[in-house]
């Protein structure tokens, strides 16, 4: 009786620790840390709307507005000149001076601008005011005269350049160009090696260049002196290609062969081609006949002669 007692104690005591146990654990606070909780959705850029400022463009190259000039002619000189005729493709042209003088307040460097088929009517002055540089623009209308040629007065100066520009590209531009005429050649006395008589500048030429960076073909291309239309003109070889490379350049004498600068010559009898007392105009044209390139030069002014 005495045994069976004691497991029962035992048994109450086991029962009794458990249940004190477990009241323990339910009262006991959750140390689990909490869920994260779910993170914000990324912010959206602000809808653009027509008040909001828009981002800055970026500058516009202003130099795509200037006006595009081409070159028309280069004169330039010492003393007294009137240059040779040159052409206004444009509607506008301008007129770059300079001048090289040891004082341009003492220097006189006037221009007379003439139309053309006027010589004697003045269309434009242009004088330096003792400035050593100037630009003067001009306007024309679709309806006039677009040849000149320019008196120059200079005095108590060592040099002058005058650069003509206009708006508008020639007809054709070609790379293919006359860069140079020398007109004065030299007089030759009679001798027996050349059957006694006088040749007079044989040695002129004119100096054609490719600008270009590639072969370019000028076979069949005709040379001529507009001023002068009883002289002969000058054709490169039809059948045999006539190449120039890149930047050469080739001569056209009058009567002379040079095979060091292409070979090319008139063959214009005793010589005088081109005119020492007028200036004259060379034209280039292709074999179908087109206007490629022309080229004028200035004569000097002849002392105690009146200008035109």
């Given at each position: 009786?005495?045994?069976?007692?004691?497991?029962?104690?035992?048994?109450?005591?086991?029962?009794?620790?458990?249940?004190?146990?477990?009241?323990?654990?339910?009262?006991?606070?959750?140390?689990?840390?909490?869920?994260?909780?779910?993170?914000?959705?990324?912010?959206?850029?602000?809808?653009?709307?027509?008040?909001?400022?828009?981002?800055?463009?970026?500058?516009?190259?202003?130099?795509?507005?200037?006006?595009?000039?081409?070159?028309?002619?280069?004169?330039?000189?010492?003393?007294?000149?009137?240059?040779?005729?040159?052409?206004?493709?444009?509607?506008?042209?301008?007129?770059?001076?300079?001048?090289?003088?040891?004082?341009?307040?003492?220097?006189?460097?006037?221009?007379?601008?003439?139309?053309?088929?006027?010589?004697?009517?003045?269309?434009?002055?242009?004088?330096?005011?003792?400035?050593?540089?100037?630009?003067?623009?001009?306007?024309?209308?679709?309806?006039?005269?677009?040849?000149f040629l320019i008196n120059?007065?200079?005095?108590?100066?060592?040099?002058?350049?005058?650069?003509?520009?206009?708006?508008?590209p020639g007809p054709n531009?070609?790379?293919?160009?006359?860069?140079?005429?020398?007109?004065?050649?030299?007089?030759?006395?009679?001798?027996?090696?050349?059957?006694?008589?006088?040749?007079?500048?044989?040695?002129?030429?004119?100096?054609?260049?490719?600008?270009?960076?590639?072969?370019?073909?000028?076979?069949?291309?005709?040379?001529?002196?507009?001023?002068?239309?009883?002289?002969?003109?000058?054709?490169?070889?039809?059948?045999?290609?006539?190449?120039?490379?890149?930047?050469?350049?080739?001569?056209?004498?009058?009567?002379?062969?040079?095979?060091?600068?292409?070979?090319?010559?008139?063959?214009?009898?005793?010589?005088?081609?081109?005119?020492?007392?007028?200036?004259?105009?060379?034209?280039?044209?292709?074999?179908?006949?087109?206007?490629?390139?022309?080229?004028?030069?200035?004569?000097?002014?002849?002392?105690?002669?009146?200008?035109?």
């Amino acid at each position: 009786m005495k045994n069976k007692i004691v497991r029962y104690l035992i048994a109450f005591t086991v029962l009794l620790f458990l249940t004190l146990n477990l009241l323990v654990a339910c009262t006991q606070p959750n140390t689990s840390p909490p869920p994260t909780p779910p993170k914000p959705p990324p912010t959206q850029p602000p809808i653009a709307s027509e008040n909001q400022t828009p981002e800055e463009a970026p500058p516009i190259d202003e130099a795509k507005n200037e006006e595009e000039w081409y070159k028309v002619e280069t004169f330039s000189g010492e003393v007294d000149e009137t240059t040779s005729t040159f052409h206004i493709h444009g509607t506008e042209w301008r007129i770059n001076w300079i001048i090289d003088a040891e004082d341009s307040e003492e220097a006189i460097f006037e221009l007379a601008i003439y139309p053309k088929d006027a010589p004697y009517a003045i269309w434009e002055t242009v004088s330096n005011a003792g400035k050593s540089s100037g630009e003067v623009n001009y306007f024309l209308s679709l309806q006039d005269k677009r040849d000149f040629l320019i008196n120059v007065t200079a005095k108590n100066l060592s040099g002058w350049t005058l650069i003509i520009e206009d708006n508008a590209p020639g007809p054709n531009p070609s790379p293919i160009k006359i860069t140079h005429i020398h007109y004065l050649g030299t007089v030759y006395p009679p001798t027996p090696e050349t059957g006694c008589y006088e040749r007079v500048e044989p040695d002129e030429y004119v100096v054609i260049k490719n600008l270009s960076e590639c072969y370019q073909d000028i076979s069949g291309w005709v040379l001529k002196n507009i001023s002068r239309p009883t002289v002969p003109s000058f054709t490169f070889p039809r059948f045999i290609p006539v190449l120039l490379v890149p930047g050469e350049i080739i001569r056209v004498y009058t009567d002379e062969y040079h095979l060091e600068t292409g070979g090319f010559s008139f063959y214009y009898g005793t010589g005088d081609l081109w005119n020492n007392d007028k200036p004259n105009t060379a034209v280039l044209y292709d074999a179908q006949g087109n206007e490629i390139s022309r080229k004028s030069y200035a004569v000097p002014t002849q002392i105690n002669e009146p200008n035109e």
